[in-house]
């Protein structure tokens, strides 16, 4: 049975730093692509990050270009978000996701991947 937990989030002021993790069992993270998403009240489920299978292709959305990194540890079988110059509109509750289908190209669509985790609570504050 796949199961991704999430942990690391919190309460952090504005311009600080926290890393989330996401510990996988059930699957080994580096043989799948591998994203965090993020959902923010009243907002849309976005992809804030992914990295290929291999790790050689990394994505991140504008807004947190810069800021965010997206790193594996595969001796670990976990991966983690590196948060840093956190803004309040980084507020939201944030996912680790798998895509275990395979594809070619990188996912950075909710309906792209297939395993979830429950999700974190990232809150910044001003």
């Known amino acids: 049975q796949v199961q991704l937990v999430e942990s690391g989030g919190g309460l952090v002021q504005a311009g600080g730093s926290l890393r989330l993790s996401c510990a996988a069992s059930?699957?080994?993270?580096?043989?799948?692509?591998m994203g965090w998403f993020r959902q923010a009240p009243g907002k849309e489920r976005e992809c804030v990050a992914a990295?290929?299978?291999?790790?050689?292709?990394?994505y991140y959305t504008d807004s947190v270009k810069g800021r965010f990194t997206i790193s594996r540890d595969n001796a670990k079988n976990t991966q983690y978000l590196q948060m840093n110059s956190l803004k309040p509109e980084d507020t939201a509750v944030y996912y680790c996701?798998?895509?275990?289908?395979?594809?070619?190209?990188?996912?950075?669509?909710?309906?792209?991947?297939?395993?979830w985790g429950q999700g974190t609570q990232v809150t910044v504050s001003t």
């Open positions: 996701a798998a895509d275990t289908r395979g594809r070619l190209r990188l996912g950075i669509s909710v309906y792209e991947y297939d395993y």
């Open positions: 990295i290929s299978r291999g790790g050689a292709r990394t």
């Open positions: 059930g699957l080994t993270l580096s043989t799948y692509d």
